[in-house]
Each structure stands twice: as C-alpha cells, then as structure tokens.
C-alpha cells in the first residue's frame, strides 16, 4: 500500500471537508449531516492524517531520499492547520486549515516523486521488492 497516495487523498479530503463544512451544515438538517460539524471527526481526521503523514514521510526520507523538503513542507501544513484551529473567526479557520491541508496533500506527492527518482536501494524496502517482481 502507497502511504503517500493514501496520505495525499486523506489530505485532499479534509481540505474538501474544511471549504465544504458551512455549505452541508446549511443543510445538515434536510439531509441528516449533522454529524459533521462534531469536533471529534475534524480530530480524528487530523491524527490520522499526521500518523500516515509521519510514517511515509519519514519513511521516504530516511529510506529513499534523503530530502527535507517534503518534511518541511508538511510541517508548514500542520501549522496551518493547528493555527486554523486556534481562531476564531470562520472564515478565517476555513480558510487556513483547507490551505494547510492541501499543503499536507502536496507534501505527500513530493515525497512520492522523490522516492520514485530515488536510486538508494534498501533489500527490506516494498518499493525496491515490488521492482524485482
């Protein structure tokens, strides 16, 4: 399993979920979305966003390339995000964790392209397996 397309289409998802949130809550009661304005499920998203987000990136970095960039880059979308957050203002949170989510999304595809340019080679790696077969 690619944990960075797994990562970039979770990130891709809050982002949506963020910018999307005041339109369905509009209708949340025509269509029974309540649920998604409960605090726990944007929390939940984030965590499991970090965890894939952690594991692959580091995985890409220490395995594969070498290159902080990616690294870099979703720490900028974690912040983002956690700033998001932090305010008060609606718009303001919206826009600043969509933002931060799509920067997460564009981190997990650098680390993708670079572990594909990448010519370390590590026997215990799947990438390098999948490659053999």
Known sequence: MNLDLVGFSVSLLCAVHCA???????????????????????????????????????HGYRRHHQKPLALVIVVVGFILIGT?????????????TSVGAVVVAMAHFINWEQVKKSHVEFPDCIHQQNKSK
């Open 84 to 96: 998001g957050h932090l305010i008060q203002s609606e718009w303001k949170e919206i826009t600043l």
């Open 20 to 58: 999307a949130l005041p339109f369905l809550l509009s209708l949340a009661p025509l269509a029974g979305l309540h649920y998604l304005n409960n605090p726990w499920i944007e929390y939940a998203i984030i965590l499991l966003s970090f965890c894939i987000a952690s594991y692959a990136l580091i």
